[in-house]
């Protein structure tokens, strides 16, 4: 018979083999605001104490608001935080490059990179991450295919300094959320979102201009589905949902005149455990006061022109376009 998950027994265990592994020295963490990392944070922290040194990288690519509220949560869970602004570094160093795996290794790289100077101010040896199941079975290695390569794992460089501790390594997205709600940590329900943050929901070159439009539109997304749900035209919010700023020029009219403007796809589906996916039904007034508002958004009027819906399983496509 298959045995269900055990949370507390599971957060015993891994806080045990984080202070074995750890011992007296100190450790760095890449906090983003998601679940992976702030379960991974909770549990080393139980483990070390304030040898546990919390990192939050502004990247440039986080969605509207998300950087003040995750600052605010972590201070209220008492992580030994540091805040590093780095959008400009992240910005250079992805200058003209539109391949998705480059972008990938890049931001990967640039990320430890990062926590490798940081860690040097305190002291820390080790590297915590939220890695999860679905991060190294995606990135390939060995006889599996790359699919996709994880930050946390596709971009991390061969001459890295600290040692890696990844209590999270075994679970699924299931698992993580379960021993989540068993912590009382706030974003235990929060739908995932990708480490390279918005770096990956823009097709093409990343500039700070176009990101802008994805994270308004994004916004906009998970602002009129959440108010669906709440409202009784959709029964629950999707596994996760948010919009993509596809590349794809396409002509339009403003005012009397031919234009051409950018393409937004938006995505919403359900998962379990991120391994496959399935795409959401969505209300068409639903969808319509999305498209709408995308379109009539003062800051986005005159950029897009053109909304879609992304109905693609997981497989064939991937949740996220790249």
């Not at 780095?86 to 290794?105: I, S």
């Amino acid at each position: 018979m298959e045995m269900l998950f055990d949370a507390e027994e599971f957060v015993k265990e891994a806080v045990q083999k984080a202070k074995d592994q750890v011992g007296d020295a100190h450790a760095v963490i890449a906090v983003s605001g998601g679940v992976d990392s702030t379960v991974a944070a909770e549990i080393v922290k139980e483990a070390v104490g304030d040898r546990l040194h919390a990192i939050y990288v502004d990247t440039g690519f986080m969605r509207k608001g998300e950087s003040e509220e995750t600052e605010a949560m972590y201070r209220r869970m008492g992580l030994n935080l540091t805040v590093v602004h780095a959008a400009d570094e992240y910005f250079e160093a992805l200058d003209g490059v539109t391949e998705p795996e480059q972008k990938r290794k890049i931001i990967g790289e640039k990320f430890i990179r990062i926590f490798e100077r940081e860690a040097k101010k305190t002291g820390a040896t080790f590297l915590v991450q939220g890695t999860i199941a679905p991060d190294w079975i995606e990135s390939g290695g060995g006889n599996r295919d790359t699919i996709k390569s994880h930050h946390n794992v596709g971009g991390l460089p061969d001459d890295m300094e600290m040692e890696l501790c990844e209590p999270l390594y075994d679970l699924y997205k299931d698992e993580v959320r379960a021993v989540a709600r068993y912590q009382g940590i706030e974003v235990a329900e929060r739908q995932p979102f990708p480490g390279p943050g918005l770096a990956v929901r823009v097709i093409g070159e990343l500039k700070p201009e176009r990101v802008q439009i994805a994270r308004e539109a994004c916004h906009i997304v998970e602002t009129e589905l959440e108010k669906a749900v709440e409202a009784g035209e959709m029964t629950e919010l999707p596994w996760q949902y948010f919009a993509v700023l596809t590349n794809t020029p396409t002509v339009g009219v403003q005012g009397d005149l031919r234009a051409y403007g950018e393409t937004v796809a938006v995505r919403a589906v359900q998962s379990f455990d991120a391994m496959t996916a399935q795409a959401t039904e969505i209300p068409w007034k639903v969808l319509g006061r999305i498209s709408r508002g995308i379109t009539n958004h003062p800051d986005l009027k005159d950029q897009v022109n053109r909304v879609v819906y992304d109905i693609s399983d997981k497989p064939p496509a991937t949740v996220e376009w790249e």
